[in-house]
């Protein structure tokens, strides 16, 4: 910090004038070698007022201070709060929606000791407070995913763990990943998103705002889709993946505001049993290496399991690691891959695709207990959701046993 204030400066005359008065005061004879001092002569008096005078140095009572020191820090804290708020009011602006008040829904009174996850990856949830064994996972939590303190405990390790509530979700996660207290409140209203809630069994969603417009698919009663605008009928919302024509990715699409209603949600815990016994060597290691890549990022057109990928490169990366040659598309995957099976034989590693109302768009990994894991799009990367969160449209087995 560059301090302006006129009581902390020495300028380069004091230095100067310093460094004079020492050499003239302190000096020994060539011929004695005695030390003698001089600091009577008019040139000393003269640097030495010059020193005092630029100096503004207050000495009283022994105690050493700075005048202005005070105020200039506190001047810089104003500076520093005022850039805070800025950087606040730039990231509400970015969050706005046009047609509607996200803040208006702002509300975490559900949560009676809030938590935020605090990682980079997806956060295990396990059935007990201990870190060992692939056993004990239940559910997985994405960034920034919320929940509510139950309870504190400390293992026989010495570590700490928190038992919380995610969603549907309750088990033990490390202390150390959760953003507390109000912290977690202000990290909360940073990070969460204005959603619609599906209040009907089935809606449909359209590419258009209009009734007359094609249906793209339909989503199921009780999920969510984050909120893009807010029109007179319409809602623009955010869907899990492309419903664009060939070569055209578009993550966008309209439902109707009748069947919804608006709230403000942070991520939630997803369950995600672990697969023990009863599936072959080629599912569970599938399935597991799939996991190994939650939370990298989508890039339409994308071949990279790490620095990006779509949903078609991401079935045929896997696949290929295991000795099956894949198509590149999901249409093609589709069509040509493997056999057509129905939604009750579904085992995990078989996929599973989705319909933008005209062709096959999207497909994605069935896991076990009606999950998926897909490479969704470009904000939530690869993911695990529900199967249902939309109707599929069609199931294949790459695997023979």
């Known amino acids: 910090m560059v301090i302006k204030s006129k009581f902390f400066r020495i300028s380069s005359l004091c230095l100067v004038g310093a460094i004079t008065i020492g050499f003239n005061r302190l000096f020994v004879s060539a011929n004695t070698g005695i030390e003698t001092v001089d600091g009577d002569s008019k040139e000393d008096k003269a640097i030495m007022k010059m020193v005092e005078e630029e100096k503004y140095i207050d000495t009283k009572s022994d105690e050493f201070s700075v005048n202005g020191l005070e105020e200039s820090m506190k001047s810089q804290e104003e500076e520093d ?98 953003v507390r207290g109000e912290d977690a409140d202000k990290l909360a209203r940073k990070v969460g998103r204005l959603v619609i809630n599906v209040d009907c069994k089935v809606l449909k969603v359209r590419s258009e705002a209009s009734i007359d417009s094609k249906t793209l698919y339909s989503i199921n009663g009780g999920e969510q889709l984050p909120v893009l605008e807010v029109l007179d009928d319409w809602v623009k919302v ?53 996991k190994t890549y939650l939370g990298n990022p989508y ?64 497909v994605a990994m069935f896991i076990g207990n009606g999950k998926i894991i897909h490479a969704s799009n470009p904000r939530s990367g690869i993911k695990i959701s529900n199967m249902n969160y939309s109707t599929p449209c069609k199931y294949k087995r790459i695997f023979k046993k």
């Open 81 to 178: 709060k005022k850039a805070e708020e800025e950087a606040l009011r730039q990231e509400e602006l970015a969050k706005e929606i046009p047609g509607i008040d996200y803040k208006e829904y702002i509300d975490f009174s559900s949560y009676s000791d809030l938590a935020v996850t605090n990682v980079t990856g997806y956060l295990n949830v396990r059935k007990t407070p201990s870190a060992e064994g692939s056993a004990n996972i239940i559910a997985k939590m994405p960034p920034n995913a919320g929940c509510d303190i139950l309870e504190e405990t400390t293992n026989e390790a010495g570590e700490e763990w928190c038992k919380v509530k995610s969603g549907e979700v309750t088990g033990y996660v490390l202390s150390d990943y959760l």
């Open 238 to 290: 955010e869907i899990e993946f492309s419903t664009g024509e060939e070569g055209e990715y578009r993550d966008y699409a309209y439902v109707s505001k009748e069947y919804i209603s608006f709230s403000f949600e942070l991520e939630k815990a997803i369950e995600v049993e672990e697969l023990l016994t009863g599936f072959s060597a080629e599912r569970t290691g599938i399935v597991s290496k799939a």
């Open 299 to 362: 890039v339409y057109g994308g071949t990279s399991l790490t620095t990006g990928i779509d949903c078609s490169g991401f079935t045929m990366k896997l696949y290929a690691m295991y000795g099956y040659s894949l198509h590149r598309q999901a249409a093609q995957q589709a069509a040509y891959d493997g056999v057509a099976i129905k939604a009750s034989e579904l085992k995990p590693g078989d996929l599973v695709f989705y319909s933008n109302g005209s062709r096959v768009s999207h």
